[in-house]
């Protein structure tokens, strides 16, 4: 009898398909498998150590480097991987600008401007929350936290957020920047 | 110009072009046709600096491009030639002026020069009301109008249009096809072309045929104009 609707090709063709789009997209993909990787790593991480907690792996000044170091890494992670979709997302863009005449450099201007903006918004925001909700806790305890310490806090937070942002964006900016007008207008995606 | 260009290296090679040896003039209607494959958009990539030959060299206005730094180029590219595109490729986030200006910013222009020139340009290809919409808000035609204004803004020698018709309806095509022409007869720019569209060759001055990577027809245009200056 013959079908009127359209059927679902077997499983394995959307396996084989899955399989060539990660190969295409091979950098792009190991980086955000890196970036669960990470998380999943300080998850199971901070379990461990909450297990191991009465016989005691390192001291507690060890175990915040290790938190503080995981956090950034996997931020990093994240912020590159944005990165290269939005310059990926703009060859075309990019290809038609430098016909108008824009240098490479410009290119890589408008990238790390962005990126600059973006890290400089978000680490604000993200700095001042954590290093306020930290600080009311805290004072709420007992302790006490001096306003300097505070802003010296969100100060630290707001540059090393940026530099991530930027540092995640040159690399896939210069790369786009040098490609040859004609590549970057090809693209298609 | 003698060219080759090749992608690829080893067995997997692919010769885009094979040795196209070619003169365009200044100030003529040259329109490059051919069907898809045939190295018609390398060949015009080329011309356009977008791109770098494997072998031979391209000389625009006797200057080898290939001896360019990266920021020449950009140079050549901002002073010399404007280029159309078949996918209008408007910059999406600015309005209509400011995609026409833009070029004008890269070469150096006073902001507010820049605006008067772009408003008339922009008056001159018939969209002096629209100049503050973005392109998503206009039609097709009208984005490939505001895209002719942006390629005249440096009024630049050299018009490269990349099947300019090719995304239109018949109606808008004339008008762009009419607008390039008036463009080569009242400023002498030199429109090259890669089409299929037939109205666009009829009122070519000359038109090449690329088949397999190679010239393989040269028309010349009669009832138009026989050439001016070499280029």
Redesign the interface.
């Known amino acids: 009898m013959k079908s009127t609707t359209n059927v679902d090709p077997p499983l394995r063709v959307a396996w084989t398909q899955a399989i060539a789009s990660i190969r295409v997209r091979f950098l792009r993909m190991a980086i955000t498998t890196l970036g669960i990787a990470l998380g999943i790593a300080f998850f199971c991480s901070m379990q461990t150590l909450r297990i191991a907690e009465s016989t005691v792996v390192g001291s507690e000044r060890d175990r915040q480097a290790w938190l503080i170091a995981t956090s950034l890494l996997m931020c990093l992670v994240g912020v590159t991987n944005s990165m290269l979709m939005s310059v990926g997302e703009r060859f075309r863009e990019i290809g038609t600008i430098k016909c108008l005449g824009a240098s490479d450099g410009f290119v890589v201007k408008i990238f790390v401007l962005e990126a600059l903006l973006l890290g400089l918004i978000g680490s604000s925001v993200g700095a001042t929350l954590g290093t306020v909700a930290i600080a009311v806790f805290a004072t709420r305890a007992g302790e006490t936290v001096t306003l300097p310490q505070v802003a010296t806090t969100i100060g630290v937070g707001v540059a090393a957020g940026a530099l991530l942002t930027i540092t995640a964006a040159v690399v896939p900016a210069m790369q786009a920047a040098r490609m040859p007008a004609a590549a970057a207008l090809r693209v298609e995606l | 110009m003698d060219i080759a260009k090749q992608y690829g290296e080893g067995e997997a090679a692919v010769r885009a072009l094979n040795s196209v040896t070619c003169e365009i003039y200044a100030g003529e209607y040259l329109s490059i046709m051919g069907p898809s494959g045939s190295g018609k958009s390398t060949l015009f990539?080329m011309i356009?600096?977008?791109?770098?030959p494997t072998e031979g060299s391209v000389f625009v206005n006797s200057v080898d491009l290939a001896q360019l730094t990266?920021?020449e180029l950009?140079?050549l590219?901002?002073?010399t030639?404007g280029?159309i595109?078949q996918?209008f490729?408007?910059?999406?986030v600015r309005t209509a002026l400011e995609n026409v200006t833009?070029?004008m910013l890269?070469?150096g222009t006073n902001p507010d020069d820049a605006n008067s020139r772009g408003r008339e340009l922009l008056d001159l290809v018939g969209l002096g009301h629209r100049l503050h919409h973005r392109p998503s808000e206009l039609s097709g035609g009208q984005q490939q109008r505001v895209a002719v204004a942006?390629a005249l803004a440096?009024s630049p020698t050299i018009i490269l249009a990349d099947e300019p018709t090719g995304n239109l309806d018949l109606k808008t095509g004339q008008e762009i096809i009419d607008l390039l022409r008036s463009l080569n007869e009242d400023r002498n720019v030199t429109i090259i072309s890669a089409t299929h569209d037939h109205k666009m060759l009829s009122v070519s001055d000359r038109i090449f045929s690329i088949r397999d990577g190679q010239l393989a027809d040269v028309q010349v245009n009669e009832k138009v104009r026989p050439s001016a200056s070499e280029a």
Request: charged share 20%.
């Open positions: 990539n356009g600096g977008l791109d770098k990266p920021r950009a140079f590219r901002c002073h030639i280029y595109f996918t490729n408007l910059i999406a833009l070029p890269f070469a942006r440096k």
